[in-house]
């Protein structure tokens, strides 16, 4: 009898091509692939709750697969890990629902994007930084207009394969962690490709006095990529959770 198995992972995306299978590239989902498919002695191919991009990690993953059979889900995990590299951990395996899917039955993403604004040897692996001023308070306003808009065309990469850009954006604003670091916490049911480096290089704009609350409100409806901001680095990424 097929069962369906998730497993719990999380991973510093440094050395990989993102989440998704690359066919010139090392990734994530390819590399557990390559193991699961050794210990479980068949093609085994699993499903991610998200696609991150090059270089963007993650605390809490979610992948399912289905296996013909009974897995000691511990035994399995453990097996996992001595053969995955140190940058790819299995928190843990379970089996689940047939119809749980790791994509599409989330309700819930949260990302975290961290930043710090004076140089700092051991923070610029996983956060970006920044020397010009910022006005906080004026980003977390833009921040609160992202939660009353549903379309976010205007934060989705060029040309990406997707049937509608609309999500519903719960959460977002800047969290001060000390003098000179901060993180940027948004919480969505879904994400488009590249949106929240998108929408962190936007409101970056605004705490710079380069977009005004209103000119801000405008990129949104204009629904234009090219109007938003830059996109921000990958390396201060992390997806941080994900609720069933």
Known sequence: MVKRYFIWLSYDGTHYHGWQVQPNGISVQGELQRVLSTLLRQDISITGAGRTDAGVH?????????????????????????????????????EVASDLHARFSATERTYHYYIHTKKNPFLRHFSCEIHYPLDFEKMNEAG?????????????????????TLCHVTRAEWIQTGDTTWYFVITANRFLRNMVRAVVGTLVDVGRGRLSLDEFRAVIEGKRRSDAGDSMPGNALFLEDVKY
């Not at 993650?58 to 992948?63: I, L, Q």
């Not at 059979?69 to 843990?92: E, F, W």
């Not at 808009?149 to 060029?158: P, V």
Request: hydrophobic share 45%; with cysteine.
């Open 144 to 164: 609160r207009i992202l939660t009353t808009y549903e379309d976010f065309g205007a934060f989705c990469k060029a040309h990406s394969d997707v049937k509608t």
């Open 58 to 94: 993650a605390r809490v993953m979610a992948a399912h697969f289905d296996f013909d059979g009974d897995i000691d889900c511990k035994q399995l995990a453990y097996k996992m890990n001595r053969m995955l590299g140190v940058d790819i951990v299995v928190d843990r395996i379970e």
